[in-house]
């Protein structure tokens, strides 16, 4: 089969197709120009496009950004092993936490609490935003594109219950922690 069809209802009235797996698809292509004209966008005629408003005052970047590989200006990993109930800085200032990867090695369930705190946390006391659960012999990990927001600096520990007073550590050396941070 050929790509293009006639129109039965006018003779010589041809409708732009393109034959795909025995199917005509229409196809259309676009175009610009004022009225009576027009011109096929391509690469060498591309589309036109006009900024509406006004560029905010500082800013450099007006749109998304395509992500390359680089050597700098990625993320920082904190790494530990042994995580426990000795609250922990992952760093003392504003941050995102773009994902982890934490391992129990135990034989018993662990949880892994972050805190929206520019120092070490007092785990137990200190008020978690979020319990992350690593059942026993098990891996858990995330990742986070756009990251998660801690205004005043990122905080961990890990414990051997959920509850945010609970204390309890988890077995020794067996939380194994990466946290991939901003």
């Not at 676009?30 to 900024?51: E, F």
């Not at 006391?125 to 992350?132: C, F, H, I, K, Q």
Request: glycine residues 12%.
């Amino acid at each position: 089969m050929s790509d293009n069809i006639t129109l039965p209802e006018g003779a010589g009235t041809l409708l732009a197709t393109d034959e795909i797996l025995g199917v005509h698809v229409l196809r259309a292509k676009l175009q610009t120009g004022v009225d009576g004209t027009a011109v096929d966008v391509s690469q060498n005629d591309p589309l036109p496009v006009r900024l509406v408003g006004s560029h905010p005052a500082g800013g450099n970047t007006l749109g998304a950004v395509n992500v390359k590989p680089a050597t700098a200006g990625g993320l920082s990993v904190y790494r530990m092993i042994g995580l426990s109930t000795t609250g922990q800085s992952v760093k003392s200032s504003a941050g995102q936490v773009f994902g982890w990867h934490l391992a129990n090695s135990g034989a018993s369930d662990a949880f892994v609490k972050l805190y929206d705190m520019a120092t070490a946390p007092t785990v137990g006391t200190s008020t978690p935003v979020a319990t992350l659960y690593v059942p026993a012999g098990q891996n858990a990990s995330a990742e986070y594109t756009n990251g998660i927001a801690f205004t005043n600096g990122i905080g961990i520990g890990a414990t051997a219950a959920a509850a945010d007073d609970n204390t309890s550590q988890p077995g020794a050396n067996t939380m194994i922690v990466n946290v991939f941070y901003k």
